[in-house]
C-alpha cells in the first residue's frame, strides 16, 4: 500500500471481483509485520476472524431506499429502547427468526394468548422511535453459538460492521448487512425512526484492537505516567479529540446514515467524548433530509480531557443541537437509581413535589434550577437498560 501525500491514509486496488472475499491487512510495527483486520470493515466472517469485501450495493432489500414514513422532530419524540435479542427471543413470542435482525421484520405475530409480539406489539405502542441497543460488531458473545452467552453489546469491536449474532448466518459476510437493513426497512414501513447506540468513548480489550495494533498509542488517552485512561470503567477511553480519531467516527456516522438510513444516535458515555468531535457530528447530521437525532449520557467522567472539552451537561450551551438524558427526571419520577427503598413521585404518593416544576419547564429554567440551556435538551425518561424498572404499588 503507498500513503496517500498528506493525508496520513494508506490506499492500494486490487483489480477483480473480490466479493465476499476475506482479508487482513499485513502491517510492520516497529519492525514487526502483524496481520490486523480493517477498522472500516464493511462486514466480517464469524466472531470477527477476518474482515470482508462487499458490494454494497447488492445487499440492500428491494424498495430499501424507496420507503417513504413519518419524519418525527425531536420535540415530538417518543422513544422506545429495544434490544434486538431481547425483543423477540421469548419461545412465546410466536417469531420465528428469535433474536434475529429478521425477528423484527415479521409482522402480525402474537403468543399463545393472542396478544400482539415483536414488531406488531413495538408499533402498537404508540411511540415514534426505536432506540436499538448496540448493533455494531462487539465482543463476549460466540456468533456461531449465540445462545450460550449473551451481552447488550457494549463491548465494541468494528464499528462499521452489523453484529454477527444477529444474523442468520454469522459465517456469511453479505447476509449481516442486508438482514440489518430488512428490520430497518421494517421499521420504517411502520412509520418508526431508527436510533443507533453507539460506543465511541471506549472498545473491548483496547491492546487487541486493531486501532492499537495499527498506530500502537494513538486512539486511546494515557495519563501523563503512561497508564491508559479509564474512565469509561472498561480499561480505555478513546481519544476522540484527536484529528484520524475524530475522522474515524465521523466517517462512520456518515456510512450510518447513508447505508442503513438511521435517523438518530445515542452515544453511550458521552460525557467522554470532546466538543468539537459532536459539533462536527451535528454538522453532519444537518445535511440530511429528515430529522436525525442525537442524544447521549452528559456524565462527567474522569479522563485526562479538560472538563471544558468535555460533552457534559455543564457544556450542553456549546451543543444545542444534542440532547442529554436527564436523571434528574429519572430519578424524581422512579426513585434513586441505587437505593430500591427511595421512591419517586410515580409510585410514592407524591414524593419529589418540588420538583415538578423544574422538570416540565425542561430543566433549563433559572427560576427551577438550570441542568441544560434549552428544553430540547433534556431526554425525560423513567427507565433504560441499566436502570431499576418502574412499577407502581
Not at 167 to 195: D, G, W
Not at 252 to 263: A, G, H, N, P, R
Not at 280 to 292: A, K, N, S
Request: charged share 20%; aromatic share 12%; glycine share 8%.
Amino acid at each position: 500500500m503507498s500513503r496517500k501525500p498528506n493525508g496520513g491514509v494508506w490506499h492500494t486496488l486490487a483489480e477483480g471481483d473480490w466479493n465476499n472475499s476475506p482479508y487482513h491487512f499485513a502491517v510492520t510495527v516497529n519492525g514487526e509485520e502483524v496481520l490486523v483486520n480493517d477498522p472500516y470493515a464493511k462486514s466480517m466472517t464469524a466472531n470477527s476472524e477476518q474482515s470482508a469485501v462487499i458490494d454494497l450495493n447488492s445487499t440492500n432489500p428491494v424498495g430499501f431506499r424507496d420507503v417513504n414514513y413519518s419524519k418525527v422532530s425531536k420535540q415530538d419524540a417518543i422513544i422506545y429502547e429495544l434490544h434486538i435479542r431481547d425483543a423477540t427471543s421469548s419461545k412465546h413470542s410466536g417469531v420465528k427468526n428469535k433474536g434475529k435482525f429478521l425477528g423484527l421484520t415479521e409482522k402480525n405475530t402474537r403468543n399463545a394468548k393472542g396478544f400482539s409480539t415483536g414488531l406488531s406489539y413495538i408499533s402498537e405502542l404508540g411511540c415514534t422511535h426505536v432506540q436499538l441497543l448496540p448493533v455494531q460488531d462487539f465482543a463476549r458473545v460466540d456468533e456461531l453459538h449465540p445462545l450460550e452467552s449473551y451481552n447488550w453489546g457494549y463491548d465494541p469491536l468494528y464499528y462499521f460492521v452489523p453484529e454477527g449474532s444477529y444474523s442468520t448466518n454469522a459465517n456469511h459476510p453479505y447476509l449481516r448487512i442486508n438482514e440489518c437493513k430488512e428490520m430497518i426497512q421494517a421499521f420504517h414501513e411502520e412509520n418508526l425512526s431508527v436510533i443507533l447506540d453507539v460506543v465511541y468513548n471506549h472498545v473491548f480489550r483496547y491492546e487487541h484492537s486493531a486501532f492499537e495494533k495499527l498506530v500502537p498509542g494513538y486512539y486511546f488517552r494515557h495519563h501523563q505516567d503512561g497508564v491508559p485512561s479509564n474512565g469509561s470503567g472498561t480499561g480505555n477511553d478513546i481519544a476522540t479529540e484527536r484529528k484520524m480519531v475524530r475522522k474515524f467516527i465521523l466517517e462512520c456516522i456518515d456510512y450510518w446514515l447513508t447505508e442503513y438510513k438511521v435517523d438518530g444516535f445515542r452515544f453511550d458515555l458521552m460525557g467522554l467524548m470532546d466538543i468539537e468531535t459532536m459539533q462536527t457530528i451535528r454538522e453532519r447530521c444537518l445535511q440530511e433530509d429528515r430529522p436525525i437525532l442525537l442524544l447521549g449520557e452528559g456524565w462527567d467522567l474522569d479522563t485526562p480531557l479538560p472538563p471544558e472539552q468535555k460533552a457534559t451537561n455543564a457544556q450542553s450551551s456549546q451543543l444545542l443541537g444534542i440532547s442529554f438524558f436527564n436523571d434528574l427526571f429519572r430519578d424524581s419520577m422512579k426513585g434513586n437509581l441505587f437505593e430500591a427503598e427511595n421512591v419517586g413521585y410515580a409510585n410514592g404518593n407524591g414524593y419529589y413535589l418540588e420538583r415538578i416544576a423544574q422538570l416540565v419547564s425542561g430543566s433549563c429554567h433559572h427560576k427551577f434550577g438550570k441542568i441544560f440551556s434549552n428544553p430540547l435538551q433534556s431526554i425525560n425518561f423513567v427507565e433504560c437498560h441499566d436502570n431499576h424498572t418502574l412499577w407502581i404499588n
